[in-house]
Nanobody, 122 residues
Framework: LQPVESGGDFVQPGGSLRLSCTAD???????VGWFRQAPGGEREAVSCIDSLGVTTDYGDAVKGRFTVSRDNDKNTVYLDMNSLKSEDSGVYYC?????????????????WGQGTQVTVSS
């Protein structure tokens, strides 16, 4: 069982996208993190949210532009991305874990989705 991402697309700089993360298990019990990886790059943290949607964290590169939220009734976590830049391009992964760790980092998350491609280009 793993989470499933959707919503990746091709978008022009300055545009917006909404990514969704859902699962066949009760995602509402889990903290969820969004991470991304560009070709040749390391996997980096985008945003994390605890199971209740009370505590969130953001990577420095996306603060003020991206917003993470969740609707536990719909078993879905969202990542709203605004003012997109070319450097936001990459594969975006959703990951879940029972614990909301001390840091929003890939090492804190046990179960990963397959990823969804986001390409920002003119």
């Amino acid at each position: 069982l793993q989470p499933v991402e959707s919503g990746g697309d091709f978008v022009q700089p300055g545009g917006s996208l909404r990514l969704s993360c859902t699962a066949d298990f009760a995602l509402s019990y889990y903290a969820v993190g969004w991470f991304r990886q560009a070709p040749g790059g390391e996997r980096e943290a985008v945003s994390c949210i605890d199971s209740l949607g009370v505590t969130t964290d953001y990577g420095d590169a996306v603060k003020g532009r991206f917003t993470v939220s969740r609707d536990n009734d719909k078993n879905t976590v969202y990542l709203d991305m605004n003012s997109l830049k070319s450097e936001d391009s990459g594969v975006y992964y959703c990951a879940s874990d029972l614990w909301y760790g001390d840091t929003c980092s890939p090492e804190e998350y046990a179960t990963w989705g397959q990823g969804t491609q986001v390409t920002v280009s003119s």
